[in-house]
């Protein structure tokens, strides 16, 4: 008699990200937190301990994919046996003198190194030696553990509201044993049985075995985000020619910026919109003098059309959280701040009641602190869609607002790190924590070498912004 598997399929869409990933385009998602040394320190063994008893929060963390020999079906997660949280934990350092600049750098490069495939998709590393007394932890997640807005990333198991929190755990993490992975002929045979309960299976898997994301790209872009409608509205208008659209290495650059959310609100009570408007435009007016700097032109139709997943807060504080995607034409052509955040509100109001959001329920349940989960079904909403329908993509995420520590570590700063997509030299992610907005710009390393200067645009946007509200 046949041994009984259960195993529990890849969705098509979720198995065309990994057909379609490629060595020089890998789709993790990336996060980067830094943490002030407790008394003791969060040391490599520490945060060891810490993710393993919370490992049970995140039980497809300790799985991984198996191909079904020949594409028959999509592939399946099973139990790693060899599972070694040594290998997802690891410890680097930076030399002196410890500065951001060298800890992007180490950032860059691990963003741009693919995940190991034969293993759980994810990373994590405690970056020790950063000026300050202060450490970092870098994670690294791929988009097909993120299936829904139900997942949790594990950056998130790690933060609790008080630096003593003992969190209350579903089993106990020694209490995990691996079920055997089924072997090639089990794939099969179940494969086989799919096709004869299902047989539309078939065409769905050849289809995405062979790449092509026409097939699930409009039903996730119907889930994650409500893109069907801002789609339908710009599919016959591809995006404008830009310098953010080349063709990408396999290398990065990652460069931060920083903004206070009690500014970005002055200014909102100052000239309407929202905070999400305002660090749109200041983005806009960044983007407005980038190009002016490399000398492309730039008149007053000129514009930039962002792919903008967005997670907001109902007016009613006791409802969920909700994700809503739109596909917004930054108007960099227009020279004045004022104006600029005027049209860019416009658009966003005309946008919102007709696109579709779903609730994010569950989210926050455990921390208060989704971020790392909804940059990544941004990630996804993005990779679904045709490239020539957007330049960017820009995520922003608000978090908590009060502080949230690590192994007793107080997280001070946390940066998202957006993916990019084969032919998108730039991202951006946006986080709000404690006060302050957190901006981080990942691109390509050679067609946009000067990332950083871009990032320190969108700081003084922001202040000019600030300057014309006061």
């Known amino acids: 008699m046949r041994e009984v598997t259960l195993v529990e399929r890849l969705t098509a869409l979720d198995a065309s990200f990994l057909y379609l990933e490629e060595p020089g385009t890998p789709m993790h998602v990336g996060g980067v ?83 190991d495939r034969s293993r759980p998709l994810w990373e994590m590393y405690l970056v020790e030696g950063l000026a300050g007394d202060r450490t970092a932890v870098v994670t690294k997640t791929h988009p097909a553990l993120v299936d829904g807005l139900g997942a949790i990333d594990i950056g998130q198991v790690i933060l609790d509201p008080e630096p003593d929190a003992v969190r209350s755990l579903p089993q106990s993490a020694d209490d995990w044993r691996p079920r055997r992975p089924p072997g090639p002929v089990a794939l099969v045979w179940e494969a086989v049985e799919d096709y004869l309960q299902r047989p539309s299976a078939v065409i769905d898997t050849a289809r995405t075995a062979v790449g092509d994301l026409r097939a699930t790209a409009g039903r996730w872009a119907g889930v994650a985000g409500g893109l069907v409608t801002a789609v339908a509205r710009t599919a016959v208008s ?16 990652v460069a931060v910026a920083r903004a206070s959310l009690e500014d970005l609100r002055t200014v909102r009570k100052a000239h309407g919109g929202t905070v999400n408007d305002v660090l749109l435009t ?34 009613d504080e006791s409802a969920a959280n909700e994700v809503r995607s739109f596909l917004v034409d930054l108007p960099v ?15 966003m109001r005309g946008l919102a009641p007709r696109s579709q959001s779903v609730g994010a329920d569950t989210l ?12 990544a079904l941004g990630a996804r909403a993005a990779s679904g869609l045709s490239r020539r329908l957007f330049n960017l993509v820009v995520t922003n995420v608000p978090g ?24 998108q030299g730039l991202a951006i992610g946006m986080t709000s924590y404690d006060g302050t907005v957190y901006v981080s710009l990942n691109a390509d390393r050679d067609s946009i070498s000067d990332v950083d200067a871009l990032a320190d645009l969108i700081e003084q946007e922001v202040g000019y912004l600030v300057e014309l509200a006061a």
């Open 364 to 375: 926050s349940a455990l921390s208060g602190f989704a971020p790392p989960t909804l940059h």
């Open 33 to 115: 937190i830094v943490l002030d040394r407790p008394d003791g320190g969060l040391d490599h063994e520490a945060l060891i301990e810490l993710v393993r008893t919370r490992l049970p929060l995140v039980p497809r963390y300790r799985q991984k994919v198996a191909e079904v020999p020949g594409h028959l079906a999509n592939p399946a997660w099973v139990d790693d046996p060899d599972f070694d949280i040594s290998y997802h934990v690891r410890r680097s350092a930076l030399p002196r003198p410890g500065n951001e600049e060298q800890l992007l750098d180490l950032v860059a490069r691990l963003t741009a190194r693919p995940l």
């Open 400 to 423: 908590p607002q009060v502080p949230l520590y690590a192994g007793g570590a107080r997280m001070l700063e946390v940066y998202p790190v957006v993916p990019l997509a084969r032919g």
């Open 333 to 347: 052509g227009e020279p004045n701040p004022r104006l600029r955040l005027t049209r860019i509100s416009y658009a």
């Open 282 to 315: 200041s983005v806009t007016g960044a983007l407005r003098e980038w190009l002016l700097s490399r000398g492309e032109p730039v008149v007053g139709s000129t514009s930039v059309r962002a792919l903008v997943p967005v997670s907001v807060r109902s007016e």
């Open 238 to 253: 591809p995006a404008p020619m830009s310098p953010l659209n080349a063709p990408i290495g396999r290398q990065r650059r």
